[in-house]
């Protein structure tokens, strides 16, 4: 079985400060790894994925993720916040053909 | 084009009463879904379309109804829903059915209320 946890329900950060959003995963296969962004009342956007390539995933807005195997996580950072990153972060994970799980989710609070 | 148009954005509607929710898409994706969102929590899946033939069915009641009528379109009809149905509803798609390597695409949403 599969199954995501976000590690933080809050993180509170100020402008131009990192950003490091935790995840760890558990997975009986070789996972396929998102990280997915929802701001207020909108639709989930993918910031990136992992299928088993690079180890290092760059996405878009200046996020990137690590994949550690040995430590089950998939961490997403951002060296310099923005007031525009304040959002809901969701890790969400897949090992198998039928359907993603997701994490319950972290709320970025970033302040000026 | 990566998008995911959804129509309404919001409904209100009573118990009583019949409605539709539509989604679509123009890139060519053979894989669409329903997802239910309530406040502050993940999206949780309802059913998978895959090659306009209803491949999931997450045991949702049958007060929820989907339809494809085509590669590009997904409709969700509505009878006689409860006020806990009320949330966002978001619609997906993506290439094919295969969530461990093709990336889902989501729509912005219905922010559904059922009074």
């Known amino acids: 079985a599969q199954s995501v946890t976000q590690l933080d329900s809050h993180v509170s950060v100020s402008e131009g400060t990192p950003v490091l959003l935790r995840c760890n995963y558990s997975?009986?296969?070789?996972?396929?790894l998102f990280w997915y962004v929802q701001h207020p009342n909108k639709g989930l956007q993918l910031l990136l994925k992992y299928t088993s390539a690079a180890t290092l995933v760059k996405g878009i807005n200046g996020f990137e993720a690590e994949f550690k195997k040995s430590e089950t996580s998939f961490h997403l950072t951002k060296p310099s916040a923005h007031m525009s990153d304040a959002a809901e972060y969701f890790c969400?994970?897949?090992?198998?053909?039928?359907?993603?799980?997701f994490g319950t989710g972290t709320r970025l609070l970033v302040s000026p | 084009d990566t998008e995911v148009t959804q129509t309404p954005k919001h409904l209100v509607m009573g118990m009583t009463n019949k409605k539709s929710l539509k989604c679509e898409q123009h890139?060519?994706?053979?894989?669409m879904y329903w997802y239910k969102q309530k406040a502050k929590k993940p999206p949780e899946l309802m059913f998978v379309y895959s090659y306009e033939k209803l491949s999931i069915n997450e045991s949702v009641p049958s007060r929820f109804s989907p339809e494809c009528p085509n590669s590009s379109l997904l409709n969700l009809h509505l009878h006689a829903l409860q006020p806990e149905d009320s949330a966002l509803y978001l619609c997906?798609?993506?290439?094919?059915?295969?969530?461990?390597?093709?990336?889902?695409?989501f729509g912005p949403g219905t922010r559904l209320t059922v009074l």
């Open positions: 997975s009986s296969y070789s996972p396929s």
């Open positions: 890139m060519g994706h053979r894989a």
């Open positions: 997906a798609s993506s290439p094919e059915y295969r969530p461990r390597a093709d990336t889902q695409y």
């Open positions: 969400v994970v897949s090992d198998s053909f039928q359907k993603l799980v």
